[in-house]
């Protein structure tokens, strides 16, 4: 019996062994550098490597079938790179699968209040981490899975179906999934995009507002909604994510972040003083305990002063007018 043809060079091929190479728990940030690069390299590289995952997903999920078909113990996630050309070879025989996840109702929608967290699976097999003082909503019953994030911040691990993409819109931007996960956060006009695993794409809703950013491991966007300008940077997921452990890490990022944060976690609302004060940067770790112990921190890490009154706690500058 021949043998499929299967061209080794093929976009086919190759994105089979990326989904080979990238399953490998030893994969670091070069392996998910150079997979950006190749993704760039061509248009239908996406599209090949989306095809690809699919199929992976699907193997995997069969894999008590196959061990008794085949008579060999199945290997989650850590399968020879010979499975790139089984993957290449599926692909060219025109195994175009359509997804088998199950669909939800047409819209959900899920929330936390001040100072709470909570953890959702949707259900295609995602996941989504809430932050306090989150709401979001998600529709799985369309071509495409949507997201809109109102508010807040959450951690997304998206399960991989090529043929439902992932989309969330925060405010007028939209991030499109390849498969990953990732922190975004939208706080007073405030957009941030953190990738800890794989590669997400941000894009304006109007092709006028900007163009379309590829984000991977480490790589983080900051935007105010409403305007064009787009800030990249290379951080510390790990960081980023240490919201969920009770912890708040900043590395020379504006006051105005800080007390955004802090008011999703107390009733009790913080409000800055000046724009002086909303632009100085800090650098700290706060531990999320009661209110005021952590702006005593605060205080004591940047140089601030607070002050309570009927209607919350005003923080400032040191330098800045008298209080």
Known sequence: MNQPQIREDGPDAEAADWVVRLQDPAAG??????????????????????????????????????KTRLGAPPARHRWPLAAGAALAAALALGWVLQSSA????????????????????????????????????????GAERQVTLDEG????????????????????????????????RRRDGELSVTVRRGVVEVSPLDPAQGQTVRLTVGDRIDHRIGSNATTASTVSADDVF??????????DR?????????????????????????????????????????????????????????????????DAAAH
Request: proline share 5%; aromatic share 8%.
């Open 29 to 66: 940030e070069a392996d998910w550098l150079a997979f950006d690069a190749w993704l760039e390299a061509a248009p239908g590289h996406a599209i090949a490597y989306d095809r690809a995952l699919a199929l992976w997903q699907e193997i995997d999920r069969h894999a008590g079938a196959l």
């Open 102 to 141: 199950p669909r939800g109702p047409a819209l959900e929608i899920y929330q936390t209040a001040t100072g709470e967290r909570k953890t959702a699976t949707l259900a295609d097999g995602s996941h989504i981490e809430l932050a306090a003082a989150t709401h979001l909503s998600v529709s799985l019953s």
């Open 153 to 184: 911040e959450a951690i997304f691990d998206v399960a991989p179906d090529a043929q439902h993409p992932f989309i969330i819109a925060a405010g007028d931007r939209k991030i499109r999934v390849v498969g990953t996960e990732f922190d975004v």
């Open 242 to 251: 240490a919201w969920r452990s009770g912890r708040l890490i900043y590395r």
């Open 254 to 318: 504006p006051i105005s972040d800080v007390i955004a944060d802090l008011n999703a976690q107390y009733p009790h609302p913080l409000s800055i003083a000046d724009r002086k004060t909303a632009e100085l940067r800090f650098s700290g770790v706060l531990m999320l305990d009661d209110e005021d112990s952590v702006v005593r921190r605060l205080t004591l890490l940047a140089p601030l002063w607070s002050t309570s009154t009927p209607s919350g706690i005003i923080v400032g500058a040191k």
